[in-house]
């Protein structure tokens, strides 16, 4: 029988990096892949009193580990995973833990789990976020699964994770997919995040004219006040790097096409099912469609017509008024994500606990921030607080920003320099606050075309009115 503590299938970098994190945490390290060339890079570029021990073949790998065996995938997500899976049902035995690390699609999660568990075994859907430095050093980890699975694996899993504010940023936060439906949204509100930033550079890029060097100043300072998170401070540092080949900032050399691997998709393409409005998400994952149709756009600019992008703002006033739109923006798609998760939870008895889902986002992913340690606050206040903004801080918050927030909004529009995202978390929240919307007038076109009948405000029941008959 074998003795290592935990085998890794899939040494990408994630899976190399979580392998060496996992070893540095005292375990002993099963690891495989697929092809064998790059199990023996791997092993030759680590030095030889490091616990980890390679396997060239599956039946090699699982006979290294011990019992009850804990098997980490970490492979591309979809047929890669079911083939692998496939291939260790056999080889394995009731009370085994088989997790799946790869940004898996939750309904692949929920079918995966449903035929491991259906064998006896423990089956984990696990998002793991932070990218390649965060896999090594410590990433956050958003577990989905059984308790009695996850109990075999928390100390585990707990030590290797970043330490947040509140503790080790590792959870099991609900049954089945629940971990990989929590890493889903994570990437949305990743998304949107990065587009507003990307919008904040192009409004002071060319709405100010300002440097690479100025707008990096301008991040840096947002860094240290209420903005302070991951993704404000790699933006600073991508604006302060220059190009080795010496034409100026490299960000001004990269071709202007977003590319993605689907999350964000996934996570409005749930959001419509769901009918939640998570809708700057979704203006995120379709800005970056947009970005993609590059000779479109270029062929446009000649033929559409729009004003100087030059912002008719002052440049102190600009910034004040972009720090504020940021802010609120940040906030609006944070509470369109956890609005999102709640009504997952509902639809799909996760039972989420939206305060551990912000103290497990607190730190090591991608979309850490200063922020969360409020919003955890607050749905450790209220478990089933409808949206982020109705609670304080960020209702004042809010109330304060707001006036600069519409005024930087207007003045990008005004000088036809695109902000989906900024301009979507507004319209958003003025909808939301919005008691009386002009959804009237829609439910009368739907009965005037299609007899799809009304309500009326005054009385209860189902109306319908003959409109052509109306002179
Ligand atoms: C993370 C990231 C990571 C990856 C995504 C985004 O949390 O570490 O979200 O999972 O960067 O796959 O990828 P795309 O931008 O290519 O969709």
Redesign the pocket.
């Known amino acids: 029988m074998g003795s290592m503590d935990i085998g890794v299938i899939g040494l990408a970098v994630m899976g190399q990096n979580l392998a060496l994190n996992i070893e540095s945490r005292g375990y002993t390290v099963a690891v495989y892949n697929r092809t064998e060339a790059r199990t023996r890079a791997f092993i030759e570029s680590q030095s030889k009193s490091k616990a980890i021990e390679a396997a060239y073949d599956i039946e090699s790998f699982v006979a290294l580990l011990s019992r009850p065996r804990k098997v980490l995938l970490m492979v591309k997500s979809g047929a890669a995973t079911d083939a692998l899976i496939e291939a260790l049902l056999p080889l394995l035995e009731p009370g085994d833990i088989l997790m799946d690390g790869g940004?898996a699609h939750y309904s692949d999660t929920d079918r995966r789990y449903a035929a491991a568990e259906r064998l006896g075994l423990h089956y984990l859907g696990i998002g793991?976020?932070?990218?390649e430095t965060?896999a090594l050093l410590g990433?956050a980890i958003m577990v989905g699964g059984s308790l009695s699975g996850y109990e075999q694996v928390a100390p585990l899993l707990e030590s290797l994770a970043a330490v947040g504010p509140h503790g080790s940023c590792c959870a099991l936060l609900g049954p089945r997919s629940a971990g990989h439906y929590v890493?889903m949204i994570?990437?949305g509100i990743?998304?949107a995040l990065m587009q507003a930033l990307c919008e904040a550079y192009d409004l002071m890029h060319r709405g100010l004219e300002m440097s690479a060097d100025e707008m990096a100043d301008v991040f840096g300072r947002w860094n240290d006040a209420e903005l302070e998170s991951y993704l404000v401070a790699i933006t600073e540092k991508i604006l302060r790097q220059q190009d080795p080949e010496g034409t100026g900032p490299l960000v001004e050399m990269i071709l202007d096409t977003a590319?993605?691997?689907?999350?964000?998709k996934w996570s409005s393409q749930s959001a419509l099912d769901l009918g939640t409005p998570s809708a700057s998400i979704a203006a995120a994952v379709f800005a970056r469609i947009t970005s993609s149709l590059k000779a479109e756009r270029s062929a446009a600019e000649m033929l559409l017509a729009g004003p100087h992008p030059r912002l008719s703002m002052r440049r102190d006033e600009a910034l004040d008024a972009l720090f504020s739109t940021l802010l609120l923006a940040f906030l609006t798609v944070y509470g369109q994500g956890f609005r999102q998760l709640q009504d997952a939870s509902q639809d799909r008895a996760y039972a989420l606990d939206l305060s551990e889902v912000a103290r497990v986002w607190m730190a090591g992913?991608?979309i850490r921030a200063r922020l969360l340690v409020p919003m955890g606050k607050a749905f450790a206040r209220q478990p089933d607080l409808a949206y982020l903004l109705l609670a304080e801080p960020f209702q004042s918050l809010w109330n304060k920003h707001q006036a600069s927030f519409r005024s930087m909004v207007a003045c990008a529009h005004e000088a036809g320099i695109p902000v989906p995202a900024m301009s979507s978390a507004l319209n958003f929240v003025d909808t939301y606050r919005t008691a009386r919307l002009p959804a009237n007038l829609l439910q009368a076109q739907r009965d005037y075309f299609g007899a799809h009948t009304y309500q009326r405000i005054d009385r209860d029941g189902i109306e319908h009115t003959n409109w052509e008959q109306v002179r």
């Open positions: 940004n793991i976020s932070g990218g965060g990433p890493k994570h990437n990743e998304y590319a993605q691997k689907g999350t964000g992913c991608i």
